[in-house]
T-cell receptor, first 114, second 111 residues
Framework: DGGITQSPKYLFRKEGQNVTLSCEQNLNHDAMYWYRQDPGQGLRLIYYSQIVNDFQKGDIAEGYSVSREKKESFPLTVTSAQKNPTAFYLC?????????????FGDGTRLSIL | GQQLNQSPQSMFIQEGEDVSMNCTSSSIFNTWLWYKQDPGEGPVLLIALYKAGELTSNGRLTAQFGITRKDSFLNISASIPSDVGIYFCAGHQGGSEKLVFGKGTKLTVNP
């Protein structure tokens, strides 16, 4: 089945530790996105990528890093510089970054601090 | 970043009732999208709207793209318990590759 797979479903981070969240899609979509969701809040954009080997900062990029070495994969690293990492992280993809294409979401990774 | 004004923030209704929620903005949008999110899962696309005035249905759901391009509404008819969840509106503005999201409407349906 075509879709977006995020892993792990739950992740725990120790103080000072970097952790990486995986996002893989087999929809042949060019654009991929990472969002952070906090309780009672909408989705806030962390990073996005419209094409392989290129990505742009979103509204809350500080403390996060990404890479886009393959079209199918867009991993997000939550670095130790992110002082409040506890949140629900959502990955999305779209056919392209332009033309008003709808974004389709994975099932999320919930990150907590130990 | 900009956010859409989505209302109401929450709704508590009886099974069988109709529901209406809306999103407004001070800016023009070229696309309006409506998503539903179940607890612990990612949002699922319900309806996409691409033209001002467009009215689109998906089963018991109906959504409209406001004629001014600054608002959209979603109606759910004859609600059932599985309609429970958080409904988000989202939109694209011209020249932007980003989606702007509302804060969501949390729907509770009492059997």
């Amino acid at each position: 089945d075509g879709g977006i797979t995020q892993s792990p479903k739950y992740l725990f981070r120790k103080e000072g530790q970097n952790v990486t969240l995986s996002c893989e899609q087999n929809l042949n979509h060019d654009a991929m996105y990472w969002y952070r969701q906090d309780p009672g809040q909408g989705l806030r954009l962390i990073y996005y990528s419209q094409i392989v080997n290129d990505f742009q900062k979103g509204d809350i990029a500080e403390g996060y890093s990404v890479s886009r070495e393959k079209k199918e994969s867009f991993p997000l690293t939550v670095t130790s510089a992110q002082k409040n990492p506890t949140a629900f992280y959502l990955c999305a993809s779209a056919r392209s970054g332009e033309g008003n294409q709808p974004q389709h979401f994975g099932d999320g990774t919930r990150l907590s601090i130990l | 970043g900009q956010q859409l004004n989505q209302s109401p923030q929450s709704m508590f209704i009886q099974e069988g009732e109709d529901v209406s929620m809306n999103c407004t903005s001070s800016s023009i949008f070229n696309t309006w999208l409506w998503y539903k999110q179940d607890p612990g899962e990612g949002p699922v696309l319900l309806i996409a709207l691409y033209k001002a005035g467009e009215l689109t249905s998906n089963g018991r759901l109906t959504a409209q793209f406001g004629i001014t391009r600054k608002d959209s509404f979603l109606n759910i008819s004859a609600s059932i318990p599985s309609d429970v969840g958080i409904y988000f509106c989202a939109g694209h503005q011209g020249g932007s590759e980003k989606l702007v999201f509302g804060k969501g409407t949390k729907l509770t349906v009492n059997p």
